[in-house]
């Protein structure tokens, strides 16, 4: 039950292991609170849709079942979307087209085909915010060492001193390309230290 | 005319759907090893964006802004997208079994390719008229292949390169797409707003 829910977190953690799901990871992570906002909204999305597809897992049609599931996700995401515009106007208009992208995120078709659709309802929950969260997590992190270096604060809160140059480059997006291509290596390197203490 | 040329270059070149809005992404790492595959899937791509914008500017204006239903809208798009390929996958297999074959498990994934969603909303946001849609999706298509065929040329030189171990595969990838980025904004000044 624990492993569910815990590998999503570093394990089979949905950016840096598994590599899915990269497109607004990239896109939105120019401030840390636009990467917490997109994590939170897609974690909804996928624990919602988790449950129902689990839910129904019996009487879906083998054939038709990926039709069903983007239905189901697309469905979820219009709830997020017009959440999002009427409580946070602001944080809706910035992350932009990128909210109704989460459709075709593959971590949420990905965790409804190899997970959810095979197993019980509260075992695909657990999983499913295990690896929400794990992508919020990651897109905080992306999100603050942009925000920092780039702009020269973290939740908007200025936090470097004046002599601070921002780097604009972190800012666009070859700055967003290559601090992930960075985060992947320092992952990989982590891990293998700790695999050799084993 | 004028227009059109200038949503064209834009689509394709100055604001690349990869390079510059981050669509895409994971066929771009995943399919980029080898140049055959990546003109393959760069094709057949293009192909159902330039269908998917037409269809979709169609859905939206015809069907679901009259009968008052864009809340429908995105469960719309993807069902729009899904069909598209189905229809290009069977219709290739008909006229070209060669293709078919050559193209694979390539096909189907396009579905789930956040380029061609993105491209149907980016078409509802900025209010494309019918023809300007079409040359938008065009456009897009080019981009995408350009960046893909692109990296596929680096990635067959890269495997003679000596890389930092932790940052074979994705890693490495990822960096370069970043230069590539750095590259392509070089053609920011091309045209003007």
């Known amino acids: 039950m624990i492993k569910d829910f815990a590998k999503g977190l570093w394990r089979e953690n949905p950016i840096f292991v598994q590599v899915l799901g990269t497109c607004p990871t990239l896109a939105v992570?120019?401030?840390?609170l636009f990467g917490l906002s997109m994590g939170l909204a897609t974690t909804f999305v996928v624990i919602s849709s988790s449950v129902v597809i689990s839910m129904i897992r019996r009487f879906v049609p083998e054939q038709v079942r990926i039709a069903m599931f983007t239905v189901i996700i697309a469905t979820f995401v219009t709830a997020a979307d017009y959440f999002l515009k009427?409580?946070?106007?602001?944080?809706?208009k910035a992350l932009g087209p990128y909210v109704p992208l989460i459709v075709v995120n593959c971590i949420i078709l990905g965790r409804a085909?190899?997970?959810a659709s095979k197993r019980p309802v509260f075992r695909s929950f657990l999983d499913a915010l295990g690896m929400g969260l794990g992508f919020t997590c990651a897109l905080i992190v992306l999100g603050s060492i942009r925000e920092i270096l780039g702009s020269g604060s973290l939740f908007g809160v200025r936090i470097m001193g004046k002599g601070f140059t921002d780097w604009?480059?972190?800012?666009?997006?070859a700055g967003a390309f290559i601090t992930f291509g960075l985060l992947v290596g320092l992952f990989n390197v982590i891990n293998n230290k700790v695999k050799k203490k084993i | 005319m004028i227009d059109l040329i200038i949503i064209f270059i834009a689509a394709s070149i100055t604001s690349n759907f990869v390079l510059a809005y981050f669509l895409g992404i994971c066929p771009f790492i995943g399919v980029s090893n080898k140049i055959e595959s990546a003109v393959g899937l760069g094709v057949a791509t293009t192909f159902v964006m330039a269908m998917a914008a037409t269809v979709t500017w169609i859905v939206y204006h015809q069907i679901l802004v009259p009968f008052n239903l864009?809340?429908?809208?995105?469960?719309?798009f993807i069902m729009v997208i899904a069909c598209l390929v189905q229809f290009v996958e069977m219709v290739i297999k008909k006229i070209s079994p060669a293709l078919y074959k050559a193209l694979g498990i390539f096909l189907p994934l396009i579905t789930t390719n956040c380029a061609v969603l993105g491209l149907t909303l980016f078409m509802v946001l900025r209010n494309y008229k019918f023809v300007e849609a079409v040359v938008f999706g065009l456009g897009a298509g080019v981009g995408f292949s350009l960046a893909l065929v692109l990296m596929a040329g680096i990635r067959e030189e890269l495997e003679y390169a000596n890389i930092p171990e932790p940052l074979k595969g994705t890693g490495i990838t990822l960096i370069l797409a970043g230069m590539l980025a750095l590259a392509f904004m070089g053609f920011g000044g091309l045209i003007s707003g």
Do not use: D, R
């Open chain 2, 70 to 76: 864009i809340f429908l809208q995105y469960a719309a």
């Open chain 1, 29 to 32: 992570t120019t401030k840390a």
């Open chain 1, 113 to 115: 085909e190899a997970f």
């Open chain 1, 86 to 92: 009427a409580n946070f106007y602001t944080i809706s």
């Open chain 1, 168 to 173: 604009i480059v972190m800012v666009l997006p």
